[in-house]
């Protein structure tokens, strides 16, 4: 018979380990499976060394930081998403003051904004948010054409309840135009969780994985008996196959999983994609993927 976890933790890439030590403490506490996710990423939001989220991020053509984020509970299926959101550090909360006060799921630019502030969010100036190495990538990459791929923090988590969770935060693709949104804020591409079935975040370039509804695929793949590992590499080899099949060249797609039984996994059509977790039975560690597929070759 197989060991029962009673918690866990999974988010994308490796600057998610303090994410997810801070999660599996709350986790190991009995803590709440959102709580965990979402405290977990308001430390990555706030690391100015991290320059794909919160504080610190890469810029839009204009150069402005405007930032994306999503929460869901897997219990209601609840969830809240901001997009375009200027002058806040933590849009993480942002999103889920959106899922708890409104009810709306996703709100957008100024008007996201003029929520924060009105649910009493301090604004920050852009010396604050924006750091002189942002703004010097900036300079040196704003005439070279839009880039790839993207480093986004997606965590999922399960908590001593057996509730599920996840959330999301991202500045979105360097270069994007003003007002582009990414997978992050959108369910079902960036991130979608289901208490007892499972849930996903995805990273990568959002235009390709919008086009695959990466994260509900993902789930329903767990829905219908694969695990972690082999729903991961279920839907990045399909979405990278389907976009080939359509006549374009994919880019950056990546995914971590979590199963109802608090397995964990993750999968990409690149190399270098790899992800942090944590469960009762494993202190947070680094896991390194090898590429499903690989689009470079
Ligand atoms: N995956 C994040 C973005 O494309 O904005």
Redesign the pocket.
């Known amino acids: 018979m197989g060991y029962l976890i009673m918690w866990s933790i999974v988010a994308t890439w490796p600057f998610a380990l303090q994410c997810v030590q801070k999660g599996s403490a709350i986790l190991r506490s009995g803590g709440k499976a959102l709580d965990a996710a979402v405290e977990g990423i308001l430390l990555v939001e706030s690391d100015p060394k991290v320059d794909s989220v919160g504080r610190g991020g890469f810029l839009n053509s204009d150069g402005e930081l405007a930032l994306?984020a999503a929460v869901m509970d897997g219990d209601t299926l609840r969830l809240g998403a901001v997009a375009c959101v200027r002058g806040f550090e933590h849009p993480v909360l942002i999103a889920r003051s959106v899922m708890e006060k409104t009810k709306h799921n996703i709100l957008v630019g100024v008007e996201a904004e003029r929520f924060a502030r009105d649910v009493g969010f301090q604004e920050m100036p852009d010396e604050y948010m924006i750091t002189e190495l942002a703004r010097e990538y900036y300079r040196k990459e704003k005439n070279k054409p839009h880039t790839t791929g993207?480093d986004?923090i997606g965590c999922v988590t399960l908590d001593q309840f057996g509730s599920q969770g996840v959330a999301m935060s991202?500045s979105?693709?360097n270069h994007?135009k003003p007002g582009?949104?990414?997978?992050?804020p959108i369910i079902g591409s960036?991130f979608y969780v289901q208490t007892g079935i499972g849930g996903a975040a995805?990273?990568?370039?959002?235009?390709d994985?919008m086009r695959t509804c990466l994260t509900f695929r993902a789930v329903d793949c767990m829905r219908h008996g694969l695990d972690a590992l082999h729903a991961a590499n279920e839907v990045i080899l399909t979405a990278h196959k389907t976009i080939v099949s359509c006549g374009y060249k994919p880019d950056c797609m990546a995914i971590v999983c979590m199963d109802r039984n608090g397995r964990t996994a993750g999968a990409a059509n690149h190399k270098g994609f790899a992800y942090a977790e944590a469960c009762d039975g494993t202190e947070p560690r680094i896991c390194q993927v090898e590429p499903i597929i690989d689009k470079d070759s």
């Open positions: 994306d993207h986004t991202t979105g693709a994007r582009r949104v990414g997978d992050t960036g995805a990273t990568g370039l959002g235009e994985i």
